[in-house]
C-alpha cells in the first residue's frame, strides 16, 4: 500500500520569501509519479509540478521546485518569492503502475504581506 | 486550455435520496476517475474507469455507488441512498493515458450536502 505523509498542518511565510512544504512517502513500486496539487478556497485541485522517480533531476516550474531524495521517499516542495495567491491547502501525491492517486492530508500555507 | 466540467457545483440532498454527480472530461482523454474529499480532510481515491469499466475501486466504492459513461461524453457518479457521511466534496478527473504518465485533469468539484 502507498502513504503519503505531510506532517506539518500548517505553515506561514512572509510574501517575496522562500518557504518550504514537506513531504514523504512509502511505495513498494519501482515506477512511480509524485506530485503537488495546490487547492485554493474555490477548492478546486490545480496541478503545480510532477516528478518522474527515475528522473535524478529536480522537476522546477518557474518559482516552483522540488527537492527529491528517493533513496529517503522524500518530495519536498519549494515556493521562491512567494506571493499572496500562493496561500492555498497544498497536496502531496503519489501514484504507481495502477494509476491511482494518493494523496497527503495537506498543509495549509498563508502568506503573510 | 481544456477543462474538465463538473455539475452542479454544490447539491443538498435529503438522507436516502439518490444523487446523481456529473463530469464532462476531456475530450479526448480515456481514464477518468472519481475522488472524494470529506471537509478537512485529505483527497481520496474512489474509482477509476476505463474502456467501459471499472479498473480499480477503493473500500470507499461499496454497493451504494455506481459509475457509469452514457453517451461518450458524460461520466457519472451515482450514490444509490445517501447517508450523512456521504457529505463531502467529489471531485472527477481525466487522464489522456496511464494517468501516472501524462498526468491528471480535475475539475471543480462537486459539493455534496446531505441533511
Known amino acids: 500500500a502507498q502513504t503519503v505523509t505531510q506532517s506539518q498542518p500548517e505553515m506561514s511565510v512572509q510574501e517575496a520569501e522562500t518557504v518550504t512544504l514537506s513531504c514523504t512517502y512509502d511505495t513498494s513500486e519501482s515506477d512511480y509519479y509524485l506530485f503537488w496539487y495546490k487547492q485554493p478556497p474555490s477548492r478546486q485541485m490545480i496541478l503545480v509540478i510532477r516528478q518522474e522517480a527515475y528522473k535524478q533531476q529536480n522537476a522546477t516550474e518557474n518559482r516552483f521546485s522540488v527537492n527529491f531524495q528517493k533513496a529517503a521517499k522524500s518530495f519536498s516542495l519549494k515556493i521562491s518569492d512567494s506571493q499572496l495567491g500562493d496561500a492555498a491547502m497544498y497536496f502531496c501525491?503519489?501514484?504507481?503502475?495502477?494509476?491511482?492517486?494518493?494523496f497527503g492530508k495537506g498543509i495549509t500555507l498563508s502568506v503573510r504581506p | 486550455e481544456p477543462e474538465v466540467t463538473q455539475t452542479p457545483s454544490h447539491q443538498v440532498t435529503q438522507m436516502g435520496q439518490e444523487v446523481i454527480l456529473r463530469c464532462v472530461p476531456i475530450s479526448n482523454h480515456l481514464y477518468f476517475y472519481w475522488y472524494r474529499q470529506i471537509l478537512g480532510q485529505k483527497v481520496e481515491f474512489l474509482v477509476s474507469f476505463y474502456n467501459n469499466e471499472i479498473s480499480e475501486k477503493s473500500e470507499i466504492f461499496d454497493d451504494q455507488f455506481s459509475v457509469e459513461r452514457p453517451d461518450g461524453s458524460n461520466f457519472t457518479l451515482k450514490i444509490r441512498s445517501t447517508k450523512l457521511e456521504d457529505s463531502a466534496m467529489y471531485f472527477c478527473?481525466?487522464?489522456?493515458?496511464?494517468?501516472?504518465?501524462?498526468?491528471?485533469?480535475f475539475g471543480s468539484g462537486t459539493r455534496l450536502t446531505v441533511v
Open positions: 501525491a503519489d501514484t504507481g503502475a495502477n494509476s491511482k492517486l494518493t
Open positions: 478527473a481525466s487522464s489522456e493515458g496511464q494517468g501516472s504518465f501524462y498526468g491528471y485533469t
